[in-house]
């Protein structure tokens, strides 16, 4: 064969093998598009059916409803179809339902939004091929307790929790994390929620000497100490989790409180994928990003399986893969091997970067 000739048939299987990828490539999205949490169901098909527009790559959308058997039925029609890979999922307990039947049918999957510890933790023994694009329920008080105790170790604190199952493991996480830094509380208590005034509580932090205080309990808590601390010149700092990001009531944040949470993703995603979305008038909202990025972990993946000749599961673990909301890798339990949250800090109109103070 002449020289020309092998390399005009190179070209030409190296074309086939392109378009055959991108005629096999389907990707099985599951999204409550039904039920009270639709709206969220919806972004994920928002962003999805962007990226697969994007990258030229098919989907199958089906209604998890987010319920046991919506997840089941899901998954027995992602497995009939034979998709590649599946993202979405927000529930427990359609995953959980899901799972089993895409572990037989060897589909793998990326869920955007489901913090359930165990899915992941119980990998060795259900060895169910899943990816979780998105925080673990454990990863917040963590990064409390692991970036707290960084910034306060030098500071008079407290810790003050509101008494609720959420705010008792914060506040606990976070006092454990300080007693092995050789880090002391000044003052440590629960605290009423929901009162229209925390003087007394604030007035007791000034007496202790607290100069920081983490706060796990709502933000509307959080707002109204942040007042009383001002009007009685305590001068205290206070922190909480993410969910200071939803705006409080009646009473803003004071100046400086701070917040650990993973970013806002619009504030961190691609520009030329954000210009995307704005000229199909589609907003960035809520999960529209992390699905979108999904698809193209999907796409990245299958592609280095295809190329590697290792399974779609095993292409996905350890590996960097550019996304729209920046670099992700999964670790050998199928978490972030990163944790997203950040330390933020409110400038009187919004939370910013603490690094960019």
């Not at 919506?70 to 307990?93: H, P, S």
């Not at 605290?191 to 003087?199: S, T, V, W």
């Not at 999960?287 to 280095?304: C, K, R, S, V």
């Amino acid at each position: 064969m002449r020289p020309g000739t092998r390399t005009i048939t190179a070209l030409f299987w190296l074309f086939a093998a392109g378009g055959a990828h991108a005629a096999t490539l389907l990707v099985g999205v599951a999204a409550p598009l039904s039920g009270p949490s639709a709206i969220l169901g919806k972004q994920i098909e928002l962003g999805t059916g962007l990226a697969a527009q994007a990258n030229g790559i098919e989907l199958k959308t089906v209604d998890d409803a987010c319920t046991a058997d919506g997840g089941a039925a899901a998954a027995r029609d992602f497995a009939a179809a034979k998709v590649n890979v599946v993202v979405g999922f927000l529930c427990t307990d359609a995953i959980e339902a899901a799972m089993p039947i895409l572990k037989d049918a060897n589909i793998p999957v990326i869920t955007v939004g489901v913090r359930t510890e165990s899915l992941t933790d119980r990998r060795a023994k259900t060895g169910w091929p899943v990816y979780r694009l998105g925080p673990r329920g454990d990863d917040e008080r963590n990064a409390v307790a692991t970036s707290l105790t960084h910034l306060w170790q030098n500071e008079l604190f407290a810790i003050i929790d509101d008494g609720t199952i959420y705010g008792r493991e914060m506040a606990e996480t976070l006092r454990a994390a300080a007693e092995q830094a050789a880090l002391k509380p000044v003052f440590v208590d629960t605290f009423r929620p929901q009162l229209d005034n925390q003087i007394g509580l604030v007035g007791r932090l000034k007496k202790a000497g607290a100069t920081h205080v983490f706060a796990g309990g709502d933000g509307d808590d959080i707002a109204i100490m942040g007042r009383d601390a001002a009007q009685l010149q305590a001068g205290i700092v206070f922190a909480g989790g993410e969910n200071l990001r939803t705006p409080p009531g009646d009473v803003p944040y004071a100046f400086g409180t701070l917040m650990i949470a993973p970013p806002e993703w619009a504030d961190i995603a691609d520009p030329k994928v954000l210009e995307s979305f704005s000229a199909q008038k589609i907003a960035p909202d809520g999960y529209t990003l992390p699905a979108y990025a999904a698809i193209e972990i999907a796409e990245a993946a299958t592609a280095l399986s295809e190329s590697s000749g290792k399974p779609l599961a095993e292409a996905l673990t350890g590996q960097d893969f550019t996304t729209a909301i920046g670099p992700i890798r999964f670790d050998a339990k199928g978490d972030l091997s990163q944790s997203p949250y950040r330390v933020f800090r409110f400038d009187g109109t919004r939370f910013v970067p603490l690094e960019s103070n």
